[in-house]
């Protein structure tokens, strides 16, 4: 049987048909994620930048605002991911420094999936550097209250000293009002280290942040003294600012009228009481005061103070 001779054009058309039909990609997908949404499902799209990541290729961020975990919480939040596993991604950034990704919120998450010894976590993954990460990492625990008070004044004083943000930025960028940045930073600033060193230890878990700020607004000198009252006479909130209230707030005494007699009434806290005592006279001496208290005294059977 004769063949023709196959020409030089057409060998090349072949060729190219050929190799398009081998390289073109099937408009078809084997991937779940990319079907078509049921109707009755619409209005959902996909979250880009979420991956299952080795646990090894994770690390915590070392300028993390929050410093410690509750040991109790921590073993309550081991067991339920042991039983159902991680409901939340942890949100991390790449390092390039560290060529690692770097943990911006799920601290927890990732020391109980260390324990468990997990493989791999669900992460989102986030752009951004400093000032941003910060921010975040700030707004992220001030959301579930998870930061105890030094950790947020020390975060609030970077956000000031570092990256350069005015309290009235601060606020904005974290949603708080001004005045509560300014009490924060009023821990960093004013308290003195030994009871910041306190207030930092496990020991500082009896000071509020309403404590610490009270603590501010008294002499340096005074201050480490006074933090060790608290935690031995387990003082509230409350007693400790009545205690620290300027003497000028404290006692100044205010007139009223009563049935006609102008009464003078005279306040005294101390960390048992709050005491008010109104005189049916203008002028008050400590004579007067002294003279009351041993009445009192009497009327309730005490013979000496």
């Known amino acids: 049987m004769n063949s023709k001779p196959v020409s030089r ?33 619409s209005g959902r799209r996909r979250l880009t930048g979420t991956y ?10 070392p300028n993390q605002p929050r410093r410690k975990f509750d040991e109790q919480e921590l073993t309550e939040l081991k067991r339920s991911i042991e039983a159902r596993g991680i409901k939340q991604p942890l949100t991390v950034r790449w390092s390039q420094q560290n060529s690692l990704y770097m943990i911006i919120d799920g ?12 493989e791999e976590l669900p992460c989102w993954i986030q752009a951004g550097e400093g000032r941003d990460i910060l921010i975040d990492q700030i707004v992220h625990n001030w959301q579930r209250s998870d930061l105890r008070p030094y950790e947020t004044a020390d975060a609030l004083s970077r956000l000031r000293d570092e990256f350069g943000l005015s309290q009235t930025e601060i606020a904005q960028v974290t949603g708080k009002s001004k005045a509560e940045i300014s009490k924060f930073l009023a821990l960093h ?12 230890g496990d020991s500082g878990v009896q000071l509020s942040r309403r404590h610490l700020y009270a603590i501010s607004k008294i002499a340096a000198e005074e201050q480490g003294g006074f933090a060790d009252r608290i935690l031995r006479e387990n003082l509230t909130a409350d ?24 009464s003078r009434q005279k306040r005294f806290q101390t960390s048992k009481a709050d005491v008010l005592m109104t005189f049916q006279k203008q002028s008050i001496t400590e004579q007067d005061i002294a003279l009351v208290v041993a009445e009192i005294a009497g009327q309730i059977g005490l013979t000496s103070l």
């Open 107 to 118: 601290g927890r998450r990732f020391e109980a999936a260390t324990r468990l010894k997990l």
């Open 189 to 200: 600033d004013k308290v003195v280290p030994e009871v910041q060193k306190l207030a930092h």
């Open 239 to 262: 007693q400790t600012e009545q205690i620290t209230r300027p003497a000028s707030r404290k006692e100044k005494p205010t007139v009223r009228r009563s049935r006609g007699i102008q």
């Open 52 to 61: 299952l990541i080795r646990r090894d290729r994770l690390m915590s961020d």
């Open 9 to 41: 054009s057409s060998a090349e058309s072949a060729q190219q048909a050929a190799a398009s039909a081998f390289q073109s990609q099937s408009t078809l997908t084997l991937e779940p994620d990319n079907a078509a949404i049921p109707p009755d499902q």
